[in-house]
């Protein structure tokens, strides 16, 4: 089991920065991959970045430039620097983790944190 908990949202203007920060405990050992999801008021969870335990990343188009996505296997941490925030970044995020597959689909991972609210203004 791996217990999976999110923080560093908040309320920032278009333009600005945040860094989340997802921290694993537990069974972390062998986690293969660890990912960000969002989820927007209304709309369907979106795979954001993931990477993989050898350092293999993926983003979706609409952040690509703007996020990085890291982990600390030794703090057994991940993170996401979001620069450049727009109003549609808006959304609760979400940290996700899994033993065996690396992929934006979400049905894929099978830990899941709580989520951490990130809200751009205009």
């Known amino acids: 089991q791996v217990r999976l908990v999110e923080s560093g949202g908040g309320s920032v203007q278009a333009g600005g920065s945040l860094r989340l920060s997802c921290a694993a405990s537990?069974?972390?050992?062998?986690?293969?991959?660890m990912g960000w999801f969002r989820q927007a008021p209304g709309k369907e969870r979106e795979g954001v970045a993931i990477i993989a335990r050898g350092g293999r990343v993926s983003y979706t188009d609409s952040v690509k430039g703007r996020f990085t996505i890291s982990r600390d296997n030794a703090q057994n941490t991940l993170y996401l620097q979001m620069n450049s925030l727009r109003p549609e970044d808006t959304a609760l995020y979400y940290c996700?983790?899994?033993?065996?597959?690396?992929?934006?689909?979400?049905?894929?991972?099978?830990?899941w944190g709580q989520g951490t609210q990130v809200t751009v203004s205009s």
């Open positions: 537990g069974y972390t050992y062998s986690l293969y991959c």
């Open positions: 996700a983790a899994d033993y065996n597959r690396c992929s934006m689909e979400g049905a894929n991972f099978d830990y």
